[in-house]
């Protein structure tokens, strides 16, 4: 079992940062994957970055070039920071986990990102 808390939504005006933490009860070095998606009302949820246990990154075409993703082991947390924030960036945003030798994904509770235009 991982337990994952998401933290550092909020309300920001388009073009200012962001930054989104996710703190797993667990070792990080034991995840094969983490991430984030989001899910705007009315929308499907989707995918906005990955990282890998080795730190291979990949990111939603959305938001290359304006969000990085970022962990720290000794913390057992995975950053994303937003920049350049648009409107459309509004969604509840969600840490996922797939720890090594599963295939189960394991959810956090999801902190809200509002840009104000």
């Known amino acids: 079992q991982v337990q994952l808390v998401e933290s550092g939504g909020g309300l920001v005006q388009a073009g200012g940062s962001l930054r989104l933490s996710c703190a797993a009860s667990?070792?990080?070095?034991?995840?094969?994957?983490m991430g984030w998606y989001r899910q705007a009302p009315g929308k499907q949820r989707e995918l906005v970055a990955v990282?890998?246990?080795?730190?291979?990154?990949n990111f939603a075409n959305s938001v290359k070039g304006r969000f990085t993703i970022s962990r720290d082991n000794a913390k057992n947390t995975v950053y994303l920071q937003m920049n350049s924030l648009k409107p459309e960036d509004t969604a509840v945003y969600y840490c996922?986990?797939?720890?090594?030798?599963?295939?189960?994904?394991?959810w956090g509770q999801g902190t809200q990102v509002t840009v104000s235009s």
């Open positions: 996922y986990a797939v720890p090594i030798l599963t295939t189960t994904n394991y």
């Open positions: 667990r070792s990080i070095i034991s995840m094969n994957v």
């Open positions: 990282i890998t246990g080795g730190g291979s990154t």
